[in-house]
């Protein structure tokens, strides 16, 4: 399929990644204690397949296509891309810092915690625009590779919902409101992937797909490393957070051997 073909394909994965937020607020929507422990294994198998895919198809693509040097700098510019944004999130309200999802014991006051939910979905969607990117530009080049890509972002998606909705839920007591913000923050995704669309077709070439490869790397290893696996350890034990990340290496392993 021709990279043009694959526009359509990769906003519609794009779309439906950024918008697994909404499956997290639909879960605090349904338990009443969201203790979420059963989501340290998917998000260890999310990291584990974000991690096998860099390293084992999508890095070596890019060595193979432009040379080492340039995709070990566009690896590296990705990393920091994304490690910019995260600075640019005050750490209250970042999702990578945000200190649990429990349901509080005391009514706490409810215009601190509404500022809490409106500020963890700002952060939230800061940090989708380039996942989204990421899911894009993978698929404009394989979508086979994009598919993957997506699924281990929807995944990790589901609690950062959980943690946009929660709060809000509590400081309001109104669940369409909850569900609402964190639908919204969901869909910074998809716009990313429109902007990319913009900004990146007219230029797009092998050699810079390449790079986008490279570049995509380097923001999954970074979102891996400082947000899925901090997060699936505080959820659950160590043993099945290692379990995940090994299953999502397996399945990615197996399922590359197959395309």
Not at 15 to 35: H, Q, V
Not at 82 to 107: K, S, Y
Request: hydrophobic share 55%.
């Amino acid at each position: 399929m021709a990279v043009s073909e694959n526009v359509n394909v990769a906003l519609l994965l794009t779309l439906l990644a950024g918008l697994a937020t909404g499956i997290g607020s639909a879960i605090a929507y349904f338990i009443k204690r969201p203790k979420i422990v059963y989501l340290s294994f998917a998000l260890g198998l999310s990291a584990g397949v974000m991690i096998y895919i860099s390293f084992m198809e999508m890095l070596p693509t890019a060595i193979k296509d432009i040379g080492e040097l340039r995709a070990i700098v566009a690896f590296f510019v990705g990393i920091g891309v994304i490690a910019f944004i995260d600075l640019l999130v005050p750490e209250q309200e970042n999702p990578h810092e945000f200190a649990g999802l429990q349901e509080p014991t005391a009514r706490p006051d409810s215009g601190k915690l509404m500022r809490t939910g409106l500020m963890t979905a700002l952060a939230i969607g800061i940090h989708n625009f380039p996942e989204g990117l990421a899911t894009f530009a993978a698929t404009l080049g394989d979508v086979n590779l994009g598919i993957f890509i997506a699924i281990a972002i929807a995944i990790h998606n589901i609690p950062e919902g959980i943690a946009v909705s929660v709060p809000i839920f509590f400081a309001t007591g109104n669940k369409n409101k909850a569900f609402f913000y964190s639908f919204l923050s969901g869909l910074s995704e998809p716009v990313g992937a429109i902007m990319g669309y913009l900004i990146l077709m007219p230029f797009l070439s092998p050699v810079l797909l390449a790079a986008l490869l490279a570049f995509i790397a380097g923001i999954m290893i970074y979102i891996s490393l400082d947000e899925l696996l901090p997060m699936a350890h505080r959820y659950g034990h160590g043993h099945l957070v290692i379990a995940g990340i090994v299953a999502g290496m397996l399945i990615m392993a197996i399922s590359l051997q197959m395309l």
